[in-house]
């Protein structure tokens, strides 16, 4: 017979971790909080959802299913893979992506569940509890998500709207200190549109170099770039700096669903050393790898797809873009940010031209309100007094919601 616990327990008492505590949306703590219903005279548009599949007007390649129902109908990409991914596919990845001058081999590759994440990892590997993370402001708001729920301090240095969203480097570099674990550089950006210049790119890495900072470089959108501006990878502008850069199939194949994403250790002179590396592979481990069939078509979706499809998007993504700055531009009241690139585009609010419209979070209410239309308050981005907008939607839905839009600020217009 087992003697007794002595130290029982005489009631339930079970709480939630300190770590789901601290742990919530941005997004959801304000957009949660607008209690005002659409106008159900007038159908819903939404063009807060950062997901390009929403309306149907942007699909994946045809190439790219069949590749993977190839893998499905070949029974051999059915079991778990290693927890960072294929070698085959990490090797493919790295293939698709090596270049001179930031070069890349399967071994400087993880896969990761999407792109957010390969960002989990990131900030993971880098940051201790207690640590504090430089983050851009506005930014994705994923990112303060992450690090809250880590117990990392976020300082946010600001992206400057009146130079195309450019990073504030004074800012930046006056927030560092001997706890500052990383900065998350965001190009092009979610949810500004912006895509940097080199020089302002090399003018960034000079404040990470002697300020002994590695990155995290969110390179999503690095395919959806619009006409007149160039992408350049940030680890391709630096031999000293340590950078981890993050990516997926979710934006450039139209795909977020997939969860397919990756990312690239670029490490010239071993500054991560075999620490960093070893601790990437052990946080891989926690959800033991992406998509195993998705994994197995990345030979054939990153290397085989008509480039064309990708022209294709680009070409419309800009087309909305344009049309997006023409309407709303002309709007009293509103000021819009050109985008450069990827499927945002943020619209300043001129609160003092409105007479009951005291800032962004009511401007967004009472435009769900009267015109049923919803984008997302530019707090959510810690940029108040803005909107962010998503133009993934058909030309014709997004001309009936700027026109909406319109009406809404002719009526609010003093």
């Not at 117990?151 to 800012?171: A, C, F, Q, T």
């Not at 470089?217 to 959806?224: N, P, S, V």
Request: charged share 20%.
């Amino acid at each position: 017979m087992s003697a007794p616990n002595t130290h029982s327990r005489n009631s339930w008492k079970v709480s939630a971790s300190i770590v789901a505590k601290r742990t919530s949306n941005p997004i959801r703590a304000i957009v949660d909080h607008i209690k005002v219903k659409p106008n159900v005279a007038k159908s819903m548009i939404s063009l807060a959802l950062g997901d390009p599949t929403l309306f149907g007007n942007f699909k994946i390649h045809e190439s790219c299913t069949e590749a993977v129902s190839k893998q499905l109908h070949s029974y051999k990409s059915n079991g778990y893979p290693p927890s960072t991914g294929y070698p085959h596919a990490r090797q493919a990845v790295a293939d698709k992506f090596t270049r001179p001058d930031a070069p890349l081999t399967a071994q400087d590759v993880i896969l990761a569940s999407g792109c957010s994440g390969a960002i989990d990892m990131c900030i993971g590997v880098l940051c201790n509890e207690g640590d504090n993370i430089l983050l851009p402001r506005p930014g994705f708001s994923l990112y303060q998500t992450l690090a809250d729920s880590k117990g990392i301090e976020v300082r946010y240095y600001d992206l400057l709207p009146e130079s195309n969203w450019e990073m504030d480097l004074k800012h930046l570099e006056s927030l560092i200190d001997e706890r500052t674990a990383t900065v998350v550089m965001n190009n092009p950006s979610n949810p500004c549109g912006s895509v940097f210049k080199k020089q302002h790119l090399l003018d960034f890495l000079a404040v990470c170099e002697r300020n002994h900072l590695p990155v995290i470089a969110d390179e999503i959108y690095c395919d959806l770039v619009f006409s007149g501006n160039e992408f350049f990878p940030l680890a391709s502008l630096t031999t000293t700096v340590p950078v981890l850069a993050v990516g997926g199939l979710a934006k450039k194949y139209l795909v977020p669903g997939w969860r397919l994403g990756w990312l690239f250790i670029h490490d010239r002179n071993d500054i991560f050393g075999a620490e960093i590396r070893d601790g990437l592979n052990s946080l891989s481990q926690l959800i033991l790898g992406p998509n195993s069939l998705v994994q197995s078509a990345l030979q054939d979706i990153l290397h085989n797809t008509d480039p064309a499809f990708y022209n294709d998007t680009r070409v419309q993504l800009e087309a909305n873009a344009k049309m997006s700055t023409d309407i709303l531009s002309k709007v009293p009241g509103l000021k819009v940010i050109i985008p450069q690139g990827a499927m945002y585009v943020m619209i300043g609010i001129n609160v003092a031209e409105f007479k009951d419209i005291e800032n962004d979070i009511v401007f967004t209410e009472k435009l769900l309100g009267e015109e049923s239309v919803m984008c997302l308050p530019g707090s959510v981005f810690q940029c108040p007094n803005f909107i962010r907008i998503v133009f993934t939607s058909p030309s014709e839905v997004l001309q009936e919601a700027y026109n909406r839009m319109a009406e809404f600020c002719a009526r609010h217009h003093i």
